[in-house]
């Protein structure tokens, strides 16, 4: 069973309904984007990523020796940075994201 809606406040005749305002919300913040270069950074991970010169770019040095002792990860490692760089997804030391521009 329905329960009973309690009416609102009385309006004035001829005023034009009142409804509820929507919230208003605030534009996300602009990404920062970072000064190392995006295609300096592409043609690295492409021809030294199995080496991890890449990610000494980019200042990630632990993962740089990371990838290096396991030549890229086995090849996975190396193929996913190509398609994290190519996305813009890619970011430097200081979690700056390193876009084409």
Do not use: C, H
């Not at 009416?7 to 990404?31: M, R, T």
């Not at 632990?62 to 890619?90: H, Q, S």
């Not at 200081?94 to 876009?99: F, P």
């Amino acid at each position: 069973m329905s329960q009973p809606v309690e009416p609102g406040p009385p309006q004035s005749p001829g005023a034009a309904p009142q409804y509820p305002v929507a919230p208003q919300y605030a534009a996300p913040a602009p990404v920062q984007v970072s000064p190392k270069s995006w295609l300096a950074t592409l043609l690295l991970s492409i021809f030294l990523g199995e080496l991890g010169i890449d990610r000494f770019y980019l200042g990630k040095v632990g993962t740089g020796i990371l990838k290096l002792i396991t030549l890229g990860g086995f090849g996975i490692w190396w193929i996913i940075d190509i398609i994290l760089t190519i996305a813009g997804a890619a970011t430097d030391k200081q979690g700056l994201v390193v876009k084409n521009q």
